[in-house]
């Protein structure tokens, strides 16, 4: 029974289980407020050293207590008190102490306990009991005072755990554990606890996780945590929920010594003396609101700091728990399966009413209010301060930024609008509404991202956020290996790494490269039928499908290539991994665009010994022959122009044109929009709405994985229950603890971290910065592209906070001091977005596309310098 084997209640730490009297006392007394709580409180006031070995003999019986039953609480009062004086009387007496000195409290309690009872008696719908149907399935709210979660998994046959496979060098396994470099006082962990493990090469499985998980529980409560634990509803799976009082002595103790930052009260401010521009007496204001100041956690002025939020009670216990032992080798050890912040429901309701639902229609026509919802423009402001203290400020800066980009590319995008409509109307003014909206492009991509900079050092002040340290929470990975730190080995694979982005990078070029040659080849072929059409008719959807695959595969073998770096932490590892994703996708995304607007033009020649010739081959025969004498005329001589033809070199007589030609009907009537032209504006806009479908897929898979996952659960605990004799129709299988759980549909929920359905912070950035550079280097071809990517924001938005909301597992709350290496990311976008800009009007555009090369060069170098002055500005 090391970790849950056999029958009867589990027992984590290889105890027995009780007798079934035993059992039945200890579900009355949890049916009143769970008997961890009530175990306890009978000798609340009693002394230290009865406190601590009740606490230990009665380890055994209050571990995996179910979740009461609602049947259980109508039982009568006056037995179910009597049951849990006598389990705490069997408790004390197996540790062979006498309380006699204690009756009069422990009966002062219980009288205090039967009017809490009849008080509780009316809340049952309420908090740890309370049923809710979330996706469809019915489930206990089991949430109760639980700040995280951890999971183990059971041996076979419940579980995964092969208790009989064996663990070699089981100390050193266990100093990687237990042993942390930044705490100092974890060296005396391994002095106790582990007498079995000396001198031996290899022990079980089994007996190795039952020391290691005897000790984490140990010293999970030895730090203050309150621990209980419970089954999963298939017997797979041990949950043991820690708890930290948010007002509690520990939580403080702990503030003070990690120096955690906490704002001051207004209370604070009343001996404060004016100074300056400063009023005195009370905090800074910024448009009404206090901005208060942050300094490290001091209990001797506790009194004077602000209260604990449930995101700072989650980061201060996670700090904690990395200070005692390492969870990153608890993970590769397989001790534990998952490891996870408790998202309240009664959280994740007010987060969903006032984020997700417009308040008007939350009462009378909530989907409906969901709904609408989506177009509504995301402020960057309103609900951050919510989202922060639910997700942390990480995940607030990445959501305040996303709010601020659509915000003002829905400015971009009525000018964009306006200026389309200018050339729908008026097909001459396309060049130089082309040339405007570059310069609406580069002060506005300029504009948002100072404007955004200075609101983020706002944000950062407002939040205590500051020159914000993570090193507290900054991991070493477990697979680090500090022996090949400095190495020429390690040396080596850093330069394979970067040669294999290289090597990924030239395949997409030649994948590329091989779809617009077939494509030419079909339209160019005297006989389609032996050709084929596919290509040609297709070719653009083969294309922004070669996107999205080549930009998947490489997330695959983008954090592959990034672990052989080596990299200590985690954070250093997301920096790296950020770097390199967002190079190779964004080069993959702007190829194909960047291969049109420059390359295909000098690198696709269609060559004959006639223009007319190259007339036919490069419209089609078909096409071409149906042309009457005069349009036949019209076209050639907008195709002889030196813009699109020239004298072949490789033969003494013949004519080319060049990869960019004027479409038919553009040549007819000196257009001049060519084939590059149209298939830009078409791929662009195809793009966007297949990343607004594959966005959907993303966030409607998940839901339903996790439904599944539920399903799955729940027929194998049936399954079981049948196989115990349990009948569940008559209910009989839930009331033997065969329910599904809130905190178990928590774990089943996809994590927040890279590669994960749930999303991650790096990917949902990546795409946004996709779309970034889509419109600021390529939205003066196209500038109702502008609007296309407003309405797909809004839709973005909604859905990413619908998914962070009720699909994504809560992730562990980070702080920040802003979005980090993304606004280097950006940065680098709107300075390339200027040179491909410059190269749009100086070498593409009419009129300098038909200017020497000499004056294109210096209207390059003219109009680089003013767009980079107006950057600077």
């Given at each position: ?163 009989s496979g064996l663990v070699h060098k089981p100390l050193q396994q266990a100093y990687k554990i237990f042993e942390r470099q930044h705490n100092l006082a974890s060296s005396e962990t391994m002095n106790e606890g582990f007498e079995t493990f000396m001198h031996m090469e290899s022990i079980t499985q089994g007996h190795f996780q039952k020391v290691v998980r005897t000790k984490l ?657």
């Amino acid at each position: 029974q090391a970790f849950g084997g056999g029958a009867g209640i589990p027992a984590l730490r290889g105890l027995s289980s009780p007798s079934p009297s035993g059992r039945q006392a200890q579900a009355a007394g949890a049916a009143t407020f769970g008997f961890t709580a009530s175990a306890r409180g009978f000798i609340a006031d009693s002394s230290a050293a009865v406190h601590s070995r009740v606490d230990k003999c009665s380890a055994a019986m209050h571990n995996y207590i179910p979740v009461p039953n609602k049947d259980l609480l109508d039982g009568n009062l006056q037995g179910m008190t009597d049951n849990m004086m006598s389990v705490a009387t069997d408790s004390l007496n197996r540790v062979g102490m006498d309380f006699s000195h204690d009756v009069k409290e422990i009966k002062q309690d219980i009288k205090h306990m039967k009017k809490d009872f009849k008080e509780g008696c009316a809340l049952v719908s309420s908090d740890d009991i309370a049923e809710v149907t979330f996706l469809g399935q019915n489930m206990r709210i089991d949430d109760d005072n639980a700040t995280i979660v951890i999971v183990f998994p059971r041996a076979k046959p419940y579980g995964v755990v092969d208790a009989s496979g064996l663990v070699h060098k089981p100390l050193q396994q266990a100093y990687k554990i237990f042993e942390r470099q930044h705490n100092l006082a974890s060296s005396e962990t391994m002095n106790e606890g582990f007498e079995t493990f000396m001198h031996m090469e290899s022990i079980t499985q089994g007996h190795f996780q039952k020391v290691v998980r005897t000790k984490l529980l140990e010293l999970l409560r030895k730090s203050g945590f309150k621990v209980s634990t419970f089954e999963s509803v298939d017997k797979d799976e041990i949950f043991a929920k820690v708890s930290l009082d948010s007002q509690g002595e520990v939580i403080k103790q702990l503030a003070q010594r990690f120096s955690y930052t906490m704002p001051f009260t207004e209370e604070a401010y009343k001996d404060v003396r004016p100074h300056g521009i400063y009023q005195g007496r009370k905090p800074m204001m910024r448009y009404g609101k206090p901005v208060p100041a942050y300094a490290p956690y001091q209990l001797e002025i506790s009194h004077l700091m602000g209260e604990f939020r449930k995101v700072d009670e989650i980061r201060i216990a996670e700090m904690q728990l990395h200070a005692i032992v390492s969870v990153e080798q608890l993970k590769a050890q397989g001790i534990i399966s998952n490891f996870f912040a408790v998202a309240r429901h009664s959280e994740i309701q007010a987060l969903h009413k006032q984020w997700l639902q417009v308040a008007c229609l939350q009462e009378s026509w909530p989907k409906l209010a969901t709904v609408t919802k989506i177009f509504e423009i995301p402020h960057y402001g309103t609900k951050s301060g919510l989202v922060r203290n639910f997700f942390g400020e990480e995940i607030a800066f990445f959501f305040r930024w996303f709010a601020y980009y659509t915000q003002h590319l829905g400015y971009l995008g009525c000018v964009g609008l306006f200026l389309w409509a200018i050339v729908y109307s008026n097909e001459e003014a396309r060049d130089l509404v082309h040339i405007l909206f570059s310069a609406v492009l580069v002060i506005w991509a300029t504009v948002f991202n100072q404007v955004f900079r200075n609101r983020m050092a706002r944000a950062q002040q407002d939040w205590g956020m500051k020159d914000y340290e993570t090193a507290c929470l900054s991991l070493d990975r477990a697979d680090y290996n500090p022996e090949t730190e400095g190495s020429w080995k390690q040396t080596g694979k850093r330069f394979v790494s970067y040669l294999m982005c290289a090597c990924f990078c030239i395949s997409f070029i030649a994948g590329i490269s091989f779809v617009e040659e077939r494509k030419r080849e079909q339209l160019e072929a005297e006989h389609p039928h032996e050709s084929g059409t596919f290509f040609k008719q297709h070719g653009s959807m083969i294309v922004v499908a070669m996107i999205k695959v080549w930009s998947i595969a490489w997330g695959y073998i983008a954090p592959v290539l990034v672990a052989m770096q080596n990299h200590r932490t985690q954070d250093r590892f997301d920096d790296a991994l950020t770097g390199v994703l967002a190079g190779v996708k964004i080069f993959v995304t702007l190829w194909n665009f960047v291969y049109l607007a420059f390359i295909k033009n000098v690198t696709s020649p269609t060559c004959a010994d006639s223009l007319d010739e190259v007339a036919s081959l490069i419209w089609g025969p078909a096409r071409w022959h149906a042309l009457n004498s005069t349009e036949q005329m019209s076209a050639l001589a907008e195709l002889a122009t030196p813009v699109f033809s020239f004298n072949s070199t490789r033969r003494t007589t013949g004519v080319c044109a060049f990869g960019c030609y004027p479409v038919l009907q553009s040549a007819i009537h000196s257009g001049g929009e060519t084939n590059c032209y149209q298939s830009l504006r078409y791929e662009l806009v195809m793009f966007f709405f297949v990343h607004i479908a594959y966005t959907v897929a993303f966030l409607l898979w998940p839901m339903i994985k996790v439904k599944i996952d539920m399903w799955t659960e729940l027929r194998k605990a049936r399954s079981q229950a049948a196989e115990a004799g349990i009948d569940d129709a008559t209910g009989e299988a839930e009331r033997s603890g065969y329910y599904y759980s809130w905190l178990q549909f928590l774990a089943k929920c996809p994590s927040y971290s890279y590669g994960s359905w749930g999303g991650s912070r790096i990917e949902d950035f990546l795409e946004c910065a996709i779309g970034y550079a889509l419109i600021t280097c390529f939205g003066i071809l196209y500038p109702a592209l502008a609007a296309f990517a407003f309405f797909g924001n809004l839709v973005e938005y909604r859905l990413l906070a619908y998914r962070m909301t009720h699909v994504t597992c809560r992730p562990l709350p980070r702080g920040a001091s802003g979005i980090g290496s993304w606004q280097w990311v950006l940065e680098t976008i709107s300075q390339t977005a200027i040179i491909v800009n410059v190269c749009l009007i100086a070498f593409v555009m009419r009129p300098m596309r038909s200017q020497s090369r000499w004056h294109q060069f210096g209207m390059f170098i003219l109009l680089e310098h003013i767009l980079l002055g107006i950057r600077y500005l």
